[in-house]
């Protein structure tokens, strides 16, 4: 069993930035891909970013260049790094972690960020 724990989110001005960091626990086996969701009020919960152990990484297409999503293998830990923030972006953000890009097993409970003026 794999446990996921997101860091705090909060409130963002449009335009800022903001770290989100997630630490995976409680399993001897390596961990994959790990990533990030989002769901907003209304929405379905959608890719945000996600990043293999090998460094690949897929990113949705209304984040890239703005969202950086790494890794540090040896902590299975996994950073998103969110700039020039904007309201769209508020949402519930989820940390996930699978053995592939289209499997992702184990989810955190979810960190809202809300980007508003």
């Known amino acids: 069993q794999v446990q996921l724990v997101e860091s705090e989110g909060g409130l963002v001005q449009p335009g800022g930035s903001l770290r989100l960091s997630c630490a995976a626990s409680g399993s001897g086996f390596s961990i994959n891909v790990m990533g990030w969701y989002r769901q907003a009020p209304g929405k379905q919960r959608e890719l945000v970013a996600a990043i293999s152990k090998g460094g690949t990484t897929n990113y949705d297409a209304s984040v890239k260049g703005r969202f950086t999503i790494s890794r540090d293998n040896a902590k299975d830990m996994v950073y998103l790094q969110m700039n020039s923030l904007k309201p769209e972006d508020t949402a519930v953000y989820y940390c996930?972690?699978?053995?592939?890009?289209?499997?992702?097993?184990?989810w955190g409970k979810g960190t809202l960020v809300t980007v508003s003026s």
């Open positions: 996930s972690a699978g053995p592939l890009f289209v499997t992702m097993n184990y």
